[in-house]
T-cell receptor, first 113, second 112 residues
Framework: SQELEQSPQSLIVQEGKNLTINCTSS?????LYWYKQKYGEGLIFLMM?????EEKSHEKITAKLDEKKQQSSLHITASQPSHAGIYLC?????????????FGEGTQLTVNP | NAGVTQTPKFRVLKTGQSMTLLCAQD?????MYWYRQDPGMGLRLIHY???????AKGEVPDGYNVSRLKKQNFLLGLESAAPSQTSVYFC???????????FGPGTRLTVT
């Protein structure tokens, strides 16, 4: 979606390294959802952010929503092979009925042991 | 609870053939969605439903039809399959007052 851009598109890191994935919106984010997808499987919900400046953590994954609510970052500390997969951000842009989410194209993460 | 299930998991169709993909959820969710996922395009919404008996178009509805006759089921139909419909199809559902969507495992469809 051009409304929601993720960067980088792909990332290869060595096990133990930290990394950051960004999700940038051209519109105000009323809710930002991070999902992880393993190859050939469905999406697994990671966390949701709604308030500007909000930060949430789950194990070694931390997500933040900036104050202006137009960008979110996902940070993984001390990456492990189990972190490998595709990370997608989904946004509530509050534009249409049905409360749809607009998704970014995803970031493919490879963690080499 | 099985969550969200999709059948079939894989399917190969010839151009012009028709088929129906079934999505079922046992969480009593009001909202259900059908997406397609293509390389470099991310997830795109095909159709969605806000309740039993109601459906609406998403971003890429052409060539697809849907029905939600029962609250737990959301069917996606392809009347005349085209190679451009080769994709991985995901179904998702959510509760009325929550934006968290629960996804099925996907259906990989190839149209030759």
């Amino acid at each position: 979606s051009q409304e929601l851009e993720q960067s980088p598109q792909s990332l290869i890191v060595q096990e133990g390294k930290n990394l950051t994935i960004n999700c940038t919106s051209s519109k105000t984010l009323y809710g930002l959802y991070w999902y992880k997808q393993k190859y050939g499987e469905g999406l697994i919900f990671l966390m949701m952010l709604q308030k500007g400046g909000e930060e949430k953590s789950h194990e070694k994954i931390t997500a933040k929503l900036d104050e202006k609510k137009q960008q979110s970052s996902l940070h993984i500390t001390a990456s492990q092979p189990s972190h490998a997969g595709i990370y997608l951000c989904g946004a509530d842009l509050r534009e249409t009925s049905g409360s749809r989410l607009t998704f970014g194209e995803g970031t493919q993460l490879t963690v080499n042991p | 609870n099985a969550g969200v299930t999709q059948t079939p998991k894989f399917r190969v169709l010839k151009t012009g053939q028709s088929m129906t993909l079934l999505c079922a959820q046992d969480m009593n969710h009001e909202y259900m969605y059908w997406y397609r996922q293509d390389p470099g395009m991310g997830l795109r919404l095909i159709h969605y439903s806000v309740g039993e008996g109601t459906t609406a178009k998403g971003e890429v509805p052409d060539g697809y039809n849907v029905s939600r006759l029962k609250k737990q089921n959301f069917l996606l139909g392809l009347e005349s399959a085209a190679p451009s419909q080769t994709s991985v199809y995901f179904c998702a559902s959510r509760r009325h007052k929550s934006y968290e969507q629960y996804f099925g495992p996907g259906t990989r469809l190839t149209v030759t």
